[in-house]
């Protein structure tokens, strides 16, 4: 197994003491099947007790070690050390406050997720005693893409309109609202419009597309959020040009 | 939600005005934006045509003359270049916006993009046809 000596630049902040956040430069012995994960955990176990940051489940399911490894939005478990030059940077996921270290403050995310109702709103009350809710293949490939998303964050970190406009509800909180708009057993699509067709929703995204290129799990957020547009578009003309047509 | 929260959460400022610099993504994005200003400057050319139009064959053909001059050129070139690149960056991106399920599988994105070029082809011979 070979070895590689490897200098892991980790911006590191500690709100009890640091005014800005700074730079703390580890040497890292990595082996060639290391990510970058394998080597924060090296230096929380070895070298430094006090470097704070997320993961669990170190193989690309949980979403917690998203951070931005040379600038560019990771999940720390997926990226290969080998892939990378002997000097890597580690930072905090970008467009989200610093908490401590690579921890961020993800509370506004939650709050954008929980908005949308990601979750089945049946069309109608049905007893149990009726029997579950079927689907065909073709109903489910319509939107089994988007049950993919693992809310790693990323796809925020990459989005510049999310870090120019706080307010943007934001890459993944949408796809999901799309995902269950485009499930045949739902019937809440009414609800989300509210939220996902709004100003702060929608429309602040320009498709600048990172949100989709950085997504490890390959949902494209970008594609669903320009359906919503296409198809909250279509509502509007029915709304105005064909009242007398229902939804 | 938001007990756990620091109370002095460090928050990075981004530039309003240049933070798309040095990032290839958000640098390809700008390009595909700002490529429409040649769209914009082209119809301020063909509103100048009409005009000429109107007031003339002898403002028609100086019209035609500033058309045919090295500047009228480098204009059009400009503007082609501009408008292939714009419409390019855009078709690339349709499949994403207009996924198109058949059955259990989607369309190839390829035969999505193929459909636009095919349209651009179908309209650019009729104004062709209509010119001659």
Not at chain 1, 73 to 90: G, M, S, T
Request: hydrophobic share 40%; glycine share 6%; net charge negative.
């Amino acid at each position: 197994m070979s070895e590689r000596q490897i200098q892991l630049e980790v911006l590191r902040y500690n709100p009890e003491t640091d005014s800005e956040p700074r730079l703390q430069t580890y040497s890292v012995p990595c082996l060639n099947e290391w990510v970058v994960l394998d080597a924060l955990n090296y230096v929380k176990d070895n070298l430094d007790t006090t470097l704070s940051y997320r993961w669990s489940c170190h193989m690309a399911v949980c979403g917690s070690c998203g951070m931005m490894i040379n600038g560019e939005p990771k999940l720390a478990c997926k990226a290969f050390i080998r892939e990378y030059a002997d000097q890597i940077r580690v930072e905090p996921l970008a467009n989200f406050p610093i908490e401590r270290d690579l921890v961020t403050a993800v509370e506004d995310f939650i709050a954008k997720l929980a908005s949308v109702k990601p979750y089945l709103i049946p069309k109608e009350d049905k007893p149990i005693e009726a029997g579950e809710f079927k689907q065909t293949p073709t109903e489910l490939k319509k939107y089994k893409q988007y049950t993919l998303c693992i809310n790693c964050m990323l796809c925020y970190a990459a989005c510049p309109q999310y870090g120019l406009v706080p307010e943007f509800l934001g890459p993944a909180a949408i796809a999901l609202a799309h995902r269950y708009n485009q499930d045949s057993r739902d019937g809440g699509r009414d609800q989300r419009q509210e939220v996902i067709a709004s100003h702060e929703g929608v429309w602040e995204c320009s498709f600048v597309g990172a949100c989709s290129e950085v997504c490890p799990k390959h949902v494209d957020p970008a594609g669903a959020l320009q359906q919503v547009k296409i198809a909250s578009t279509i509502d509007w003309y029915k709304e105005h040009l064909m009242p007398w047509v229902k939804k | 939600m938001g007990e756990e929260m620091s109370s002095k959460p460090y928050i990075r400022e981004i530039s309003k005005t240049n933070w798309f610099y040095g990032q290839p993504r958000y640098m390809r994005y700008m390009a595909r934006e700002v490529t429409c200003i040649f769209i914009f400057a082209y119809t301020f050319l063909l509103i100048w045509a009409l005009r000429a139009l109107a007031n003339g064959p002898e403002a028609y053909q100086a019209f035609l003359a500033a058309l045919n001059s090295p500047l009228g050129i480098l204009f059009n070139l400009a503007v082609l270049v501009g408008v292939v690149y714009h419409s390019i960056s855009w078709f690339s991106l349709t499949p994403q916006a207009m996924p198109l399920q058949r059955g259990e599988e989607f369309v190839p994105g390829n035969l999505i993009i193929g459909a636009h070029y095919g349209g651009w082809a179908v309209v650019s011979l009729i104004v062709l046809f209509l010119g001659v």
